[in-house]
């Protein structure tokens, strides 16, 4: 994608706290700062640029391969939830991946339910590109064929039901920079 066609790239979470001992460049806080605004509802094509076509992310509830998918997965948050609320993070380390503490409140729409969630977030990334995030939630993630077959199919409907803007103009219609 050209960069005309997805804007220009405007994090909102720059506040990055890092653990006693972990700095991060600018790259590396650019990359913790596009996924922290994913995960807070706040997706945009210029932070999906900043993902690799063939990266995944996985979560206990999907395993999105492909840019179709992954994106699909972080505008869907915006569908699913009314409010998300960040309520702390902290990253681990700077390595590859990047390691991050994240606790985040989750309402569902609809039904007003309310759910904290705390998650290892891992940030792999290569050329200056994330190639996968994982979030584990309480540090895990479920590994056995049933749930696995359940966390691929929703990679697939998903993308069926979540309209991802085609263009920056699209993606300022949303409320989404």
């Known amino acids: ?4 066609d997805v804007g220009e790239l405007k994090i ?10 972990v700095s991060l460049d ?6 913790v700062g596009s996924v922290l605004d994913l995960f807070a509802g706040r997706p ?14 996985t979560d206990p509830l999907t395993i999105a391969e492909g840019r ?10 915006q569908t699913a939830f009314s409010e998300i609320e960040r309520l702390g ?22 039904i007003g339910k309310e759910q904290k969630i705390h998650s290892l977030v891992e940030i792999y990334h290569e050329g200056g590109k994330i190639t996968k ?3 584990k939630w309480d540090g895990k993630l479920p590994d056995s064929t049933i749930s696995n077959a359940f966390r691929h199919l929703n990679s697939v409907t998903v ?14 219609k949303k409320g989404n920079q």
Do not use: C
């Not at 945009?44 to 992310?57: H, N, R, Y």
């Open 26 to 31: 600018s790259h590396q806080q650019t990359l």
């Open 159 to 172: 993308p069926q039901m979540v309209s991802v803007p085609k263009n920056a103009e699209e993606d300022a």
């Open 44 to 57: 945009s094509l210029a932070k999906l640029a900043l993902w690799k076509d063939d990266a995944v992310f």
């Open 89 to 110: 993070h902290e990253v681990k380390s700077n390595g590859n991946p990047i390691t991050m503490d994240l606790d985040t409140r989750y309402v569902i729409k609809g």
């Open 68 to 77: 179709k998918q992954y994106s699909a997965q972080w505008y869907g948050l």
């Open 12 to 21: 909102e979470s720059t506040n990055i706290k890092t653990a006693p001992g």
């Open 1 to 4: 994608m050209a960069s005309n």
């Open 133 to 135: 995030v994982a979030d």
